[in-house]
């Protein structure tokens, strides 16, 4: 018994595995199709199947109301055959065939011992069941079901008790083919209704998933060709608000890389640029110590001249390269966090006045906080106060001024040319007046990055000494309460 018993779970088991398998099959098809397939195949699945559940409901409905009318008949019928039947039950009222096939009917009595009567010269009579007994033994309410005769017709029966005679039931019965007929010609209908639906249904979608499909296609070709080509251009794509916004943000990251690969080239040009010209002088004094090496030609002071020039060229080379490096750097890793703006200005300030030690330094700083990265901001202040006490003349002064959100670096130099202030940023920009100069023309385009990363603004101008006045504008607020919090990472 245990063996037996274990052998119908093994099967379910196994049904059970076939089953899982089909529908992981059946998901790994129609995950291989692609997106327009998959939509129009599953949209004429969804309207096939509203259209089979609601030409369902409705012939089930027809078919209710149909059989509904006829046991109400039948019922009526059975009442009234129901007196003549109870004065004579053995031949049922006297009823004959010729009769009953005038009526189109069918007729026998039951009684609660189970004994039936037909009329006696009927040649086919109704097979009689459970349901006909019970109501003749209970002599309450009526039956109606679908039964058969004795040589296979369907007919459909409808018992009720006899009121003078107890325990016994009147059965009368008439032939289901007119109305198999008409559930059959509608379902017939119906069927084709609902093939011819579905088939508009499978055009209808096919034609919905290809038009609405569209910008996503678009936007897939335009996504191939831009890994075939490398042409990082924008997308045109029309359609739905989400397809639409998808294209928007898809532009959004390609101009993004655009201009990073933009800046790269430009960087790596202007570089290339920049960095031949030293690179020839320092070649050429190289060129001229060795020779020197092998034949002893210059005199002791041009060596000694020509090792302080490499020794410069040197440093300059160090600060180009730390400036090149800053310029490359993608800061989007380093984690911001609320600053004293004032701590960042005193601390470059002290780098300022070391480089600058016969220049005065007019300091005003007003409270001020932000929230950024401390060592890039602390660059870029120096940066500002490095060009001012590169251009500031002996004795002069330089004038900081932290007012609000803004911080002003002004100077006593020569100031920057009208037409030299658009570039002022640009990277190794040097105005004729600066090209005999110590520097890299870097420190300005730093500052410029590194306040547009924190999400302000730098301004260059003349002061009202006459110099240079540089105006950096940051977001923040005046106490570190009011700061908002740090976006995290």
């Not at 932000?370 to 120096?382: I, N, Q």
């Not at 100031?415 to 002022?424: F, K, S, Y």
């Amino acid at each position: 018994m245990r063996a037996q018993e274990a052998r119908p779970a093994t099967h379910d088991a196994v049904d059970g595995a076939g089953r899982g398998s089909a529908a992981e099959r059946f998901r790994t098809w129609l995950g291989l199709l692609p997106l327009q397939s998959r939509v129009g195949y599953l949209t004429t699945a969804a309207v096939a199947l509203a259209v089979a559940l609601s030409s369902l409901a409705g012939w089930m409905t027809v078919r209710a109301s149909l059989y509904s009318s006829l046991d109400s008949e039948l019922t009526d019928v059975a009442t009234s055959l129901s007196v003549p039947a109870a004065q004579d039950i053995t031949n049922l009222g006297g009823l004959t065939e010729r009769a009953l096939r005038a009526g189109n009917i069918s007729v026998a009595a039951i009684q609660a011992d189970g004994k039936i009567y037909y009329v006696p010269d009927e040649r086919e009579h109704l097979v009689l069941g459970p349901d006909e007994l019970a109501t003749a033994r209970l002599h309450f309410g009526h039956a109606a079901r679908s039964g058969r005769t004795t040589d296979g017709t369907r007919f459909r029966m409808v018992t009720v008790p006899i009121a003078s005679l107890p325990g016994v039931a009147l059965v009368v019965g008439r032939p289901l083919a007119g109305t198999d007929g008409v559930l059959g010609s509608l379902l017939l209908v119906v069927g084709v209704i609902g093939l011819v639906g579905i088939a508009i249904a499978a055009v209808a979608g096919t034609a919905v998933a290809r038009s609405s499909l569209r910008p996503v296609r678009q936007l897939s070709g335009a996504v191939e060709q831009i890994a075939l080509t490398k042409d990082l251009r924008p997308v045109r794509v029309s359609g739905a608000a989400d397809v639409a916004a998808l294209a928007r943000s898809f532009n959004d990251m390609v101009g993004s890389l655009a201009a990073s690969r933009e800046r790269q080239r430009r960087l790596i040009a202007d570089a290339g640029h920049e960095l031949r010209t030293p690179l020839t002088s320092l070649r050429t004094n190289i060129d001229l110590l060795l020779m020197d090496a092998r034949t002893g030609m210059l005199r002791e002071g041009d060596r000694l001249t020509i090792l302080t020039d490499v020794q410069g060229q040197l440093t300059e080379f160090a600060k180009l390269i730390g400036d090149l490096v800053q310029l490359a750097r993608d800061d989007g890793e380093a984690t911001p966090e609320p600053i004293d703006f004032r701590h960042v200005v005193t601390s470059a300030l002290e780098r300022a006045r070391r480089r600058g030690p016969g220049l005065d330094f007019d300091v005003e700083l007003d409270p001020f906080y932000v929230v950024g990265v401390p060592d890039a901001l602390e660059r870029a202040v120096t940066n500002l106060l490095d060009n001012a006490v590169k251009w500031s003349p002996p004795g002069g002064t330089v004038r900081v001024q932290l007012e609000g959100n803004r911080l002003r670096v002004a100077d006593e130099g020569p100031g920057i040319a009208e037409e030299d202030l658009p570039r002022v940023f640009d990277r190794f920009f040097r105005a004729d007046t600066a090209r005999t100069t110590p520097g890299t023309g870097l420190g300005l385009s730093i500052v410029a990055q590194v306040v547009r990363q924190h999400g302000g603004v730098v301004r260059a101008g003349r002061s009202a000494q006459g110099g240079a006045e540089f105006t950096m504008v940051l977001p923040g607020a005046r106490s570190l309460e009011a700061l908002p919090a740090p976006a995290a990472a």
